[in-house]
Nanobody
């Protein structure tokens, strides 16, 4: 499986943006996928994740109620709908694959395959 994130851009605080993560390979539909973000000089942090079926999701507290993760296995695509964006959401966003599934916040080391990121810049 290869992953490629897209959809980033420059928006104003309060705006919405939808990120996509296109996957190649048949293993996408059987894999849990997550979104992470990273600011320069900071550690990569968990944003959200979804299990292979789309039936279970997990979110970081910082984005709960504002971001929604979803997937379309027929299109091999993962989405992150980001509403009510804040300045502190500015970061490079990455999608990544993990083996298995569990609830709660996921650290980056639980993910074994990463795509290139897409930059989201929120102006205040």
């Amino acid at each position: 499986v290869q992953l490629q994130a897209s959809g980033g851009g420059l928006v104003q605080a309060g705006d919405s943006l939808r990120l996509s993560c296109a996957a190649s390979g048949r293993a996408f539909s059987s894999s849990a996928i997550g979104w992470f973000r990273q600011d320069p000089g900071k550690e990569r942090e968990f944003v959200a994740a979804i299990d292979w079926s789309g039936g279970s999701t997990a979110y970081a507290d910082a984005v709960k109620g504002r971001f929604t993760i979803s997937r379309d296995n027929a299109k091999n695509t993962l989405y992150l709908q980001m509403n009510s964006l804040k300045f502190e959401d500015t970061a490079v966003y990455y999608c990544a694959r993990r083996r298995g599934w569990r609830s709660g916040v996921h650290p980056p080391h639980e993910y074994d395959l990463w795509g290139q990121g897409t930059l989201v810049t929120v102006s205040s």
